[in-house]
């Protein structure tokens, strides 16, 4: 599967603690971003790499989250401090090219579930 | 700030009937829109865009959105639904000021057989 990769799938999480979630992009594409869903609602912008370059963050995202893309490949994305609120699902995209007219290739997502 | 708006929560049309899912936009400057799907248990797919050049926009699956610049549309269509084409559909445009896309709330489309 050549697609964009998430890991892990699910994540069951206790308040106050600390989580990490991993995306692998499909592998020439420069561009990753990370997205947030809940129900009901679109995709929620929170951040995005251009190679290793994080270029853009939300306004909306908290000093609990903290998004890099090392060597300009994978992405992971860490929340501390775990809130009721931040459950929802985690979605990572990456595209290809110098414009950002080009499709977001999409992952199928990290579902978290802080209890 | 750049933005899209989908109007309706839901629609159902009957299988073999034309379809329509509307979106309208806010932004300053030449839009760049596009349009995903999103099945169950699936990630989001593109399904088209509109950068430039023609108004009436051709995509997979059969779809296709028309441009409308004054009413500041950018409707997805297509001309005979499939019970496949069951979905969540969002309406995505970039916001000029960064290179973030910008989603819809989304529409969820029914088609009954």
């Known amino acids: 599967d050549t697609g964009v990769s998430q890991d892990p799938r699910h994540k069951i999480t206790k308040r106050g603690q600390n989580v990490t979630f991993r995306c692998d992009p499909i592998?020439?594409?420069?561009?990753l971003y990370w997205y947030r869903q809940t129900l009901g609602q679109g995709p929620e912008f929170l951040t995005y790499?251009?190679?290793?370059?994080?270029?853009?963050k939300s306004r909306l995202l908290s000093d609990r989250f903290s998004a890099e893309r090392p060597k300009g490949s994978f992405s992971t994305l860490e929340i501390q401090r775990t809130e009721q609120g931040d459950s929802a699902m985690y979605l990572c995209?990456?595209?290809?090219?110098?414009?950002?007219?080009?499709?977001?290739?999409f992952g199928s997502g990290t579902q978290l579930s802080v209890l | 700030a750049q933005s899209v708006a989908q109007p309706e929560d839901q629609v159902n049309v009957a299988e073999g009937n034309p379809l329509t899912v509307k979106c309208t936009y806010s932004v300053s400057g030449n839009p760049y829109l596009f349009w995903y799907v999103q099945y169950p248990n699936r990630g989001l797919q593109f399904l088209l865009k509109y950068i430039t050049g023609d108004n009436l926009v051709k995509g997979s699956y059969g779809f296709e959105a028309e441009f409308n610049k004054s009413q500041t549309s950018f409707h997805l269509k297509k001309p005979s639904a499939l019970v496949s084409d069951s979905a969540l559909y969002f309406c995505a445009v970039r916001d000029m000021m960064n290179d973030k896309i910008i989603f819809g709330k989304g529409t969820r489309l029914h088609i009954l057989p």
């Open positions: 592998s020439e594409h420069n561009r």
């Open positions: 995209a990456s595209s290809f090219g110098a414009w950002v007219e080009e499709k977001l290739f």
């Open positions: 790499f251009q190679n290793e370059a994080q270029l853009e």
